[in-house]
């Protein structure tokens, strides 16, 4: 990207932060303590003085910084807010906006010259107010404020006379003419074995009329030999004509690409609209035929006014005298047309190239439509899909219409049309965020550079589509990261080179889609957050009390709060302590998550998660209650049924992992009903999975989002709602809020991840269950499955404590009944007696074993403080097997140890079985 | 292509079928021998012509020009919409004009 380019778009985004300020300072004069629009008309300053260093714009940023130098102390309450001082400032608002249009416009140096002045006195203002003096009185800003707005207008009005000037230039120079004609200029010459290759001009014209409108045409006949010499398989005619493609932005390849099928039949010579003059001489004098005479075709059908028809011809650079006819060949051979063929784009090539290139810099084959167009058209396509939903659902209930099959089938066509206008205007909206990131390459290339520093941006991801507002949304936030990045995060070379790291510091910028969420990752490896000057500072700042013990993370949070910043000096770049609040704030506002890992000497990462929320999404129906739920299907990983023996277990165990349930009717609460049957649905959200348990699941459905009122704004755990094809409202469920409530109670209770947990050897985590009243506790570890009234097989010649054989994955393994082995009161089994399978790894290979428990609870984890040896508590009857006791419910907790169990005498067989 | 003389008039002919590339050849040596064979005056009904191409159009201007080298007069019947459907196409119709005729020129 040129700097040019950067510098419109510089212009372009720092148009909207004016306009931003410009709210912000009329809310402020109405409001003059209002700290909030106070800081946005600080950030919008800072980010324009930022911004303008990026692109060379040395004097914007220097104005901004004074006047940054204003509004700090407006901040610091050194200055008094008041009318004349809101008049300045949006002055200097109208100010930036011309030197910003200034910048982009012609003739920058001139332009930006002739505003000079008025910075200077806009500066003398500002000098003013901070010593104290002139706009704090009320009559001397109102005549300054006047002649500056004065000022603005003889400015504003400078660029159109420039353009003028420009053009009167170009008209001085004759060789440099160019033709009025606003249209192409067609010139056909069908070769002579058109005919016998199947090229008829006829239907030539018959083809540009559908692809454009013929505003002028004539027919060229004068190669037409007389009788006698006329072959009528040849082909001799030819055209010249005015051609509009209709189309605002078609290029000459477009046009060249009309005469693809012919071109090999045809010598086909196009002129873009308002050709340099001479491109029209040129052609004139290429073409067999009289060069007067066919001039006067080109005036004829409106190609050249007679004016520009003499001009040209005077101008001509070639001596060919044009008063002389040029005496027609009668016959036009293939010799003569030879050099013709060879000839037919190159001429005008390169002046069509660089004309294109100068009027419309930027040819692109997309349109530009206003977001809101945009955003309207997508309601209404979630209109048509809920409507769309009703038909199905009111149709689904006629007899009639499951009999109706070409009802049934128009009913499935439009469905689909509608699942298609869905998507297509769905994606419409999705941009690939590499735009966006390569935009900040130049930012790192030269903040690098200013600062004296080495530093590459490793961008991944780019191809990562979202939401085209997201983009837009999350750019500034990306600035400001990398940033703080160079400025804080990334060492000088020397510094660098000091602590043996390469002297060239490396940013990443990481993009990628996790379960219907954007995560965005930017890491640098540098020198990483200085905690202890964070924590000054803040304890500084009365951010956190003097004698405050903070954890690493919580010092690392820091960072994200107003006015924090540990930057010594404070510079072009970053470290007025703006910058990280308004990552956090615009994250905030978009339902996004940001936090930040960082380790001394070794870098930061910052990471921001959030969501893909878009205006219809794809959902997954479930029932709790009465009440229908939507929960996006991104975010579901997958259903199972809820079996338990436990009434309300906090987590059941999905494939050696605890798994956390959340009740929807508890947490809606939703009148219990007496459900026969339960499903888990398993939904992840940042990496963390968790299971709501949902009383019937109905299926996939198509779910626009309706934003829920004000007052329900601030639910937790719903996002908006839907409407049903039975016109029922179905609440959305917001995944991320509901892991995030369900991981902080979590945090109490049980680890997310068995396997961490078990590395560090602090929690463990137990299966529980009872036989006769005493409960037992087994390392889930050594889990392998539970099983309910599995049938099993008789096991001849073993003891009576074994059940029987179970068979289990080809592996048959014996059963021990603890019940009958731990020989308390025989009594039969209810159906509720639960097989766990066991795996156990020896020396050989692993092998299972079956235990018959009579009542499983649940699984629960248990701190090794928490778990006493058995001697302390005198357990005598098991203490073979026990390793530790400690409490459920009141109940004393057996933990049982299999090992030790299997080394008793009469049960050492199962050791090998 | 066919030719059938004009029952009532001499130096009349009408064409039908195609004035196509296909038979072009035997076409021009047909048309142009009818203009050889007119004293004065040629006029050609055109109503019956089921289709005209590109090569169909260059023949009639070829009789056209050739009518003016010999002095001749060549008139052509105005009915035939395909014929003035390109005629308004190639912009021709003034190339035409003098000898587009609603009927034979007695004068002959």
Redesign the interface.
């Known amino acids: 990207m040129s700097m040019a380019q950067l510098r419109q778009l510089f212009v372009m985004e720092s148009s909207e932060t004016l306009q931003k300020m410009e709210d912000a300072l009329l809310q402020l004069e109405d409001k003059p303590d209002d700290q909030e629009a106070l800081n946005v008309i600080f950030r919008a300053i800072h980010t324009i003085k930022g911004s303008a260093g990026i692109v060379n714009l040395g004097y914007i940023s220097d104005f901004a910084h004074k006047i940054e130098n204003v509004l700090d102390k407006l901040r610091k309450q050194q200055l008094i807010i008041n009318s004349p001082l809101i008049k300045l400032l949006l002055d200097c608002e109208d100010h930036l906006q011309n030197l910003f249009d200034a910048s982009v416009s012609d003739n920058p140096e001139e332009d930006t010259a002739a505003l000079v002045d008025k910075t200077s006195a806009l500066e003398q203002q500002f000098s003013d107010v901070l010593a104290g003096k002139a706009p704090m009185s009320e009559s001397t800003p109102t005549p300054k404020t006047e002649a500056a707005s004065n000022e603005n207008d003889i400015v504003r009005e400078q660029p159109s006379a420039q353009v003028v000037g420009n053009e009167t230039e170009t008209l001085e120079g004759n060789a440099e003419l160019h033709a009025s004609s606003q249209y192409w200029h067609l010139s056909l010459r069908f070769h002579q074995d058109a005919y016998q290759q199947g090229v008829d001009p006829l239907s030539t014209l018959g083809y540009l009329k559908s692809q454009g409108k013929i505003i002028a045409l004539s027919t060229i006949v004068s190669q037409m030999p007389a009788a006698a010499q006329m072959n009528p398989e040849y082909c001799y005619l030819g055209f010249e004509m005015v051609f509009d493609a209709e189309n605002e932005y078609v290029e000459k390849k477009h046009i060249e690409s009309l005469f693809e099928l012919i071109l090999g039949n045809c010598d086909v010579r196009i002129l873009p609209p308002s050709d340099k003059l001479k491109h029209y001489v040129q052609l004139l004098q290429e073409l067999p035929e009289d060069t007067q005479m066919l001039g006067e075709v080109l005036v004829q059908i409106g190609t050249l006014s007679e004016h520009e028809l003499a001009q040209g011809l005077n101008i001509s650079p070639s001596a060919a005298p044009p008063a002389a006819p040029v005496v027609e060949p009668a016959v036009p051979t293939a010799v003569t047309l030879e050099p013709m063929v060879a000839e037919v784009s190159t001429p005008a090539t390169p002046a069509t190239s660089l004309k294109t290139t100068a009027s419309k810099p930027q040819v692109q084959a997309t349109l530009k439509i206003e977001a809101e167009k945009l955003d309207q058209l997508l309601n209404q396509v979630g209109e048509l899909v809920i409507a769309n939903a009703q038909i199905q659902a009111l149709l689904d209930e006629d007899p009639q219409y499951h009999e109706n099959n070409n009802l049934r089938e128009s009913v499935q066509f439009i469905s689909r049309l509608v699942e298609d206008i869905r998507n297509s205007s769905l994606s419409m909206r999705m941009v690939q965020i590499g735009q966006s990131f390569n935009r900040l390459r130049r930012l790192v290339h030269d903040l690098s550079q200013s600062l004296g520093k080495q530093v590459e941006l490793l961008i991944s991801g780019a191809d990562t589509e979202l939401d085209k507002s997201m983009v837009e949304k999350i750019h500034d936030p990306l600035v400001h990261l990398i940033r703080n990045a160079i400025d804080h995060g990334i060492e000088t070379i020397a510094e660098r080179s000091g602590n043996g790291k390469s002297e060239k510091g490396h940013i990443y910028l990481n993009a990628y889609h996790e379960s219907g969420s954007i995560v965005i990752e930017v890491s640098d490896d540098g020198r990483g957050l200085n905690r202890e000057q964070i924590l000054e500072k803040a304890k500084a700042k009365g951010l956190v009390e003097e004698n405050a013990e903070l954890s690493d993370q919580a010092i690392d949070n820091l960072i994200f709060e107003p006015g924090l910043s540990t930057s010594n000096a404070v510079t072009d770049v970053s470290g007025r302590g703006v910058g990280m609040d308004v990552v956090k704030r615009n994250l905030q506002s978009l339902n996004g998550k940001v936090s930040i890992y960082s380790e001394t000497n070794q870098g930061t990462r910052v990471k921001i998660h959030f969501p893909l929320t878009l205006v219809i999404i794809d959902g997954f129906l479930v029932n709790s209650g009465d009440s229908v739920y939507v929960i996006p299907l991104d975010s579901v990983v997958e259903c199972a049924e809820f079996k338990t023996d436990e009434e309300n277990p906090g987590y059941i165990k999905l494939r050696s992992k605890a798994l956390p349930l959340l009740y929807l009717d508890r947490l809606f609460n939703n009148p219990k009903q007496d459900k026969p049957r339960q499903h888990v649905i398993v939904v992840q959200y940042g990496g963390q999975e968790i299971g709501l348990v949902v009383d019937g699941i109905q299926g996939e459905f198509q779910a626009v989002i309706k934003p829920l009122g004000p007052l329900f704004e601030n639910l937790a755990g719903i996002n908006g709602a839907t409407v049903l094809g039975n016109g029922e409202v179905a609440l959305i469920l917001d995944v991320a809020a509901l892991v995030d409530k369900l991981g902080q109670q979590q945090h109490h209770n049980l680890p997310q991840n068995f396997h961490e947990e078990e590395q560090q050897e602090t929690l463990h985590s137990y299966l529980i269950f009872s036989i006769e009243q005493t409960y037992y506790a087994l390392s889930i570890r050594m889990v392998k499955q539970v099983l309910v009234g599995e049938h099993l097989a008789g096991a001849p010649a073993m003891p009576d404590f074994i059940a029987g054989l179970l068979t289990l994955e080809h592996h048959s393994f014996p059963v021990l009944d603890l019940l009958h082995y731990f020989q308390v009161k025989p009594q039969a089994y209810n159906q509720e007696s639960s097989i766990v399978v066991l795996s156990r790894q020896d020396e050989e290979q692993q092998r299972l074993l079956g235990l018959k428990v009579q009542h499983l609870h649940q699984v629960i984890s248990l701190n090794e403080s928490e778990i006493d040896s058995p001697n302390e508590q005198g357990v005598q009857q098991h203490d073979y097997f026990v390793a530790g006791i400690s409490e459920f419910k009141q109940h004393s907790l057996l933990i049982l140890d299999v090992d030790k169990l299997l080394e008793r005498p009469d049960l050492r067989f199962l050791q090998t079985v | 292509m066919q030719i059938h003389p004009d029952e009532q008039q001499a130096n009349s002919y009408h064409l039908s079928g195609e004035l196509c ?1 296909n038979h ?2 035997e ?2 040596k047909q048309l ?1 021998a009818l203009l050889e064979n007119s004293a004065e005056y040629l006029h050609l009904h055109l109503a019956e012509i089921t289709d005209i ?3 169909g ?3 009639l ?2 009789l056209k ?2 009518a003016a ?1 010999d002095n001749k007069r060549l008139t052509l019947s105005n009915d035939n919409p395909i014929f003035l459907a ?1 005629l308004e ?4 119709q003034t ?1 035409f004009a003098d000898s587009l005729v609603s009927t034979p020129e007695a004068s002959a």
């Open positions: 590339f072009i050849s076409s021009k142009l191409d590109g090569a159009l260059q023949i201007i070829l020009n050739s080298t390109i196409a190639c912009q021709l190339f």
